[in-house]
């Protein structure tokens, strides 16, 4: 196996900087497309423990990236807490049963992992298949952005969300300790069935203010850690906050061991900020991957040459790859950090 992507995370000696790339099984593979049209739809495609080990190991049979990671949804749990998760083309996921008070929130069970077998069947098919060529990567939603799925449904305002933060926060924070009790359970059965890291992310967590942040998002995430490591100590968790360069002190203080970061801060910067209590993730802009492979090179090379150090970091995408990405351009960007990684040492 290449353990430079678990040894960067542990802050242990690399032989080069490992990339990963969120999303990095999707849309932009012609391949994968085969494969969803082979299912059906979206949700098949997830609830295929066999059809998600093929398209998790299509990114990794194509390039020569340093981690797996599950092919599955951060919204499997609000489905299985009986929302009845659906997928509009082109409008992205719906609850046929989305939240609307404290009693819908009561209803709610949190044991939730024999629903979820699916998942944990997909990450023992994918361990098997991957025969310790790099390590797999498992995943949840943080609490808060699954509420905001749960109660607006999606999009970024996030209106039924907040209103009732500001005016019913105890509600909402019986629904977000639920999230967790699941989360918690969720994330150390994946670690069971083969996971070699977890990753939680809260892609909506900066659209709060600092202290609602703290108070609603974060205090969940630190919940989860905790709850993981109490299982699964030497098991490395990373934390991404989209938009959260400005709670990156806090993030590193809840004993996580790797914060991911986008593009709308400095790599340098967060490396004096946190990088001697925790690993990094990021940040390459996911548009960079439209330009040339000209320009790539010299993006990746900027990004690259901000870490000062031979451990400790990972490189990733500030987000995820958009669909229409052409996967020439993403294998110029793999290759192009292993090499000048290399270089720079």
Request: proline fraction near 5%.
């Amino acid at each position: 196996m290449s353990f430079d992507y678990i040894n960067a995370l542990l802050k242990k000696p690399t032989s080069r900087t490992p990339i990963w790339i969120m999303r990095q099984a999707g849309r932009y593979l012609p391949e994968y497309r085969a494969t969803r049209a082979k299912a059906g739809d979206f949700l098949t495609l997830c609830k295929s423990p066999e059809l998600a080990c093929e398209v998790t190991m299509q990114p990794i049979d194509r390039f020569d990236l340093d981690a797996a990671i599950l092919f599955s949804d951060i919204l499997t749990i609000p489905d299985a807490m009986g929302l009845g998760l659906y997928f509009m083309e082109g409008e992205g996921p719906k609850f046929r049963n989305p939240i609307k008070n404290l009693k819908d929130i009561k209803k709610i069970s949190t044991d939730l992992n024999n629903d979820l077998s699916y998942v944990f069947d997909g990450v023992s098919t994918i361990k098997k298949s991957l025969n310790n060529r790099v390590p797999l990567i498992g995943f949840s939603g943080s609490p808060w952005t699954l509420a905001t799925y749960m109660i607006d449904g999606g999009g970024r305002i996030f209106a039924s969300t907040k209103k009732m933060l500001f005016n019913e926060p105890e509600t909402l924070h019986l629904l977000l300790m639920k999230l967790t009790q699941s989360v918690i359970a969720y994330l150390n059965q994946q670690i069971v069935s083969g996971a070699d890291s977890v990753m939680v992310f809260d892609t909506w967590g900066g659209v709060l203010s600092e202290q609602n942040y703290l108070d609603f998002s974060l205090y969940y995430m630190e919940k989860i850690v905790k709850g993981v490591k109490a299982q699964h100590p030497n098991i490395p968790i990373t934390l991404f906050s989209k938009n959260g360069g400005k709670y990156l002190t806090h993030i590193a203080d809840t004993g996580c061991d790797g914060v991911g970061i986008d593009w709308t801060v400095e790599l340098y910067q967060v490396q004096q900020e946190v990088g001697n209590k925790v690993a990094i993730q990021g940040n390459l802009d996911p548009a960079v991957l439209y330009a040339t492979p000209e320009v790539i090179e010299r993006e990746v090379k900027k990004v690259l040459s901000q870490f000062k150090g031979d451990t400790g970091y990972i490189f990733n995408l500030g987000h995820g790859i958009t669909p229409d990405v052409d996967p020439e351009n993403v294998k110029v960007l793999v290759d192009c950090v292993h090499t000048f990684s290399k270089e720079c040492r």
